[in-house]
């Protein structure tokens, strides 16, 4: 999120950032509007005069209008996707058992439905529409971050000027500055945590992997998707 609205929102040369509109002095979850929370809004965050308006959401692919927009999914590994949930939620609301969580997980009591078919969906369209659906590992992000962030410029039209300003968007929106952030540091610190790749194996137990594996693995790796 913080990538793509630095990319759409870089100045032009010799130009600054709009301290109004820049992750190093905002929250990049009050610069991008999440669709589900405007609903429930009485105010709203979305800017109908934006030229390059940018916007954040949940959702399974069905529930979004039939739109030319473009989506950048971001996937990560089923196993360190359950122990952040874990820890966001249990950060907001009542702490659930580490045990319960993945159980939640595995049977797809969630929010947002099963994560096996909400991933599942937004991988078969980016191969139908690569045009439209862009779909990343949160891993190879954290592989290769300059390519990363070369392929999301590619993919949306935001042409990037050499490796220096690659670095100067990655360093802007690394976790690490975005958790020392002073605006962050409290209210948002929940955005924050580890996001390191393999964490839950800091957590799960070897049945509680093999669950995962035979709820959701199983189903992605039969469409020619691994984590």
Known sequence: MAISHSLLHKPKSNDTYNADADVLTNNPHSLVPTVEFELWSPTTNVNIFDPTPLLHTH??????????AKIVYIARNPRDTVISMWHFFNAMIQPLPLER?????????HPFGPFAGHVAEYWLESRRRPETVLFVKYEDMKRDPKMGVLRIAEFLGRAVAGTGEVEEILWRCSLERLKGSEVNAAAHSAYFREGEVGDWR????AEMEEGIHRSVGVKLEALGLFF
């Open 101 to 109: 969580a993945v159980e939640c997980f595995c049977s797809g009591a």
């Open 59 to 68: 959702l399974p692919l069905p529930l979004l209008p039939a739109s030319a």
């Open 202 to 205: 800091n957590y799960l137990t």
